[in-house]
Nanobody, 130 residues
Framework: QVQLVESGGGSVQAGGSLRLSCAAS????????MGWFRQVPGKEREGVAT???????SYADSVKGRFTISRDVPKSTLYLQMNSLKPEDTAMYYC????????????????????????WGQGSKVTVSS
């Protein structure tokens, strides 16, 4: 079992920055893929960025060049540095993690999902005003 706790959300004006953190506890040393996802009410949850246990990252086109995902393995913490924020980035952001080969082979913002990542945080709200 892994527990994920997000922090760092909040409100910011367009062009500003925020950093989300996701602290993992439990069998965090078995994680093969971690990622950030976001959801707006009435829309499907979408992948934002992922990182596997070899450090390979992937980003949605909408955030590429503005967001950076990183993982501090000794601290069992995942980060999402968000710069040049836009109003369309407003959403609930979720941290997720998965074990094993399926999570690792599917570790991409477009293919990772609740089917491949079995552990999810409670969400952190990000609001960007124009």
């Amino acid at each position: 079992q892994v527990q994920l706790v997000e922090s760092g959300g909040g409100s910011v004006q367009a062009g500003g920055s925020l950093r989300l953190s996701c602290a993992a506890s439990g069998y965090s040393n078995r994680i093969s893929c971690m990622g950030w996802f976001r959801q707006v009410p009435g829309k499907e949850r979408e992948g934002v960025a992922t990182v596997d246990n070899n450090g390979r990252t992937s980003y949605a086109d909408s955030v590429k060049g503005r967001f950076t995902i990183s993982r501090d393995v000794p601290k069992s913490t995942l980060y999402l540095q968000m710069n040049s924020l836009k109003p369309e980035d407003t959403a609930m952001y979720y941290c997720a993690a998965g074990f094993g080969g399926t999570a690792y082979s599917s570790c991409n913002y477009g293919t990772a999902s609740p089917a491949t990542l079995g552990y999810w945080g409670q969400g952190s709200k990000v609001t960007v005003s124009s």
